[in-house]
């Protein structure tokens, strides 16, 4: 490769690497950039490779330095002021979100001005698990999952999109896909079932989104398990079944024509008739 490709090439790396900070080793603590291509999970058909993978990503100087003395700290009060806020490293916070970066640095805003922002719609736990990953980023392992929550992990991945930090979205995402895709007990009929928890929250979004999409594929796998499927869809959340139907078809087009077109029977449809 000559010089001049060589230094193309590395542009483009550059421009794709990944720039959440890294830990004390100089490894990238979080992943972050462009997903690569989903790969099969094992065992799994290639109808449902939604596992994304953290990269590799190259070393970067780690931008967090805690050795100068008196650092400054934000409060962020979840739901009133009256609450208990969560005090924060700026430097830290702002290193991993562009969302209070903006907040907390331009004095135009209240919260660049006093330094302490109020959160109406994140929940407590939610916004506590972020806290911990802020500075303890292999805190969001699978083993965790269990303990943390399914509908508290989906909604740390929306928050996190919010705040414009999709290297959490993306492992949020790796936990969900193991929580979910990889759960074998079927779902129950009530309304207060984790998954159908999960799936209302997943469809409150109007946009279409990562965590539809996962919706879409348990839904998928598990209905073939359901006892009253008429009675499940009449609980699913709205455009659900639509993005169900959407995804069927696209699967039944990628079938071989012996399989995507069986054979019609006439007799299938008549009525029996009084001899």
């Not at 979100?97 to 001005?113: D, I, L, M, V």
């Not at 659900?240 to 087009?253: G, N, Q, Y």
């Amino acid at each position: 490769m000559s010089s001049t490709k060589a230094a193309r090439h590395q542009d483009q790396r550059g421009q794709t690497a990944a720039k959440c900070p890294q830990n004390a080793n100089g490894r990238n603590s979080h992943p972050q950039g462009t997903a690569p291509a989903a790969r099969q999970l094992p065992g799994e058909s290639d109808v449902n490779t939604l596992f994304v993978p953290i990269p590799k990503r190259k070393k970067k100087k780690n931008p967090l330095d805690f050795s100068k003395p008196n650092p400054e700290f934000v409060n962020i009060f979840i739901g009133s002021f009256n609450s208990q806020p969560f005090k924060i490293h700026l430097d830290v916070i702002i290193a991993y979100s562009p969302y209070f970066k903006t907040a907390f640095t331009n004095n135009e805003f209240e919260e660049g001005r006093t330094k302490s922002m109020r959160l109406k719609d994140v929940d407590e736990k939610v916004f506590g698990i972020f806290n911990n990953w802020l500075y303890k980023p292999d805190c969001l392992r699978a083993e965790d999952a269990t303990e943390l929550g399914l509908l508290k992990v989906a909604e740390l991945w929306t928050a996190a999109g919010k705040w414009r930090i999709p290297c959490l979205q993306n492992q949020c995402m790796s936990l969900l896909v193991r929580v979910i895709i990889k759960d074998p007990k079927p779902p129950t009929q009530t309304s207060d079932n984790v998954l159908h928890q999960f799936l209302v929250h997943a469809y409150s979004a109007k946009e279409e989104t990562q965590l539809k999409k996962l919706a879409v594929q348990k839904m998928i796998r598990v209905l073939p398990s359901v006892i009253s499927l008429k009675d499940w869809a009449a609980e699913f959340p709205n455009g659900l079944m639509v993005d169900i139907s959407e995804a069927l078809m696209k699967h039944h087009r990628s079938l071989p024509g012996g399989l995507r077109n069986p054979p019609f029977v006439v007799k299938d449809y008549m009525l029996p008739e009084e001899e």
